[in-house]
């Protein structure tokens, strides 16, 4: 798999941003490939960003739910399950294409 394949965009949410701006450890949420696991990620990470990855969880976000109401009645689903993971860069380290610097 290449670098590209494994990460496949960063989740900025609320969270992820205070995550990222907090003083000391910085850390930086990405959804990547289904197949990919913790060494492939941080590796990733080293060559995309120009960084040194110190860490990487990874978590299965399971699917949810969904209801939507239409003109023939209710349709149920579900969202898709996707692969989530964390990486805590080293300190003084930061993704500048993230920050938007």
Not at 63 to 85: E, L
């Amino acid at each position: 798999m290449r670098y590209d394949q494994i990460i496949i965009e960063p989740v900025l949410t609320e969270k992820t941003n205070s995550m990222r701006e907090s003083e000391g450890v910085v850390k930086y949420t990405f959804k990547v490939n289904p197949r990919a696991n913790k060494l492939q990620v941080m590796e990733a990470v080293k060559r995309l960003f120009s960084v040194n990855p110190v860490d990487c969880n990874i978590i299965n976000v399971k699917a949810k739910p969904r209801q939507s109401r239409t003109k023939s009645g209710i349709r149920s689903g579900s969202t898709t399950p996707w692969k989530k993971a964390i990486v805590t860069l080293e300190k003084g380290n930061k993704i500048e294409i993230i920050e938007g610097v």
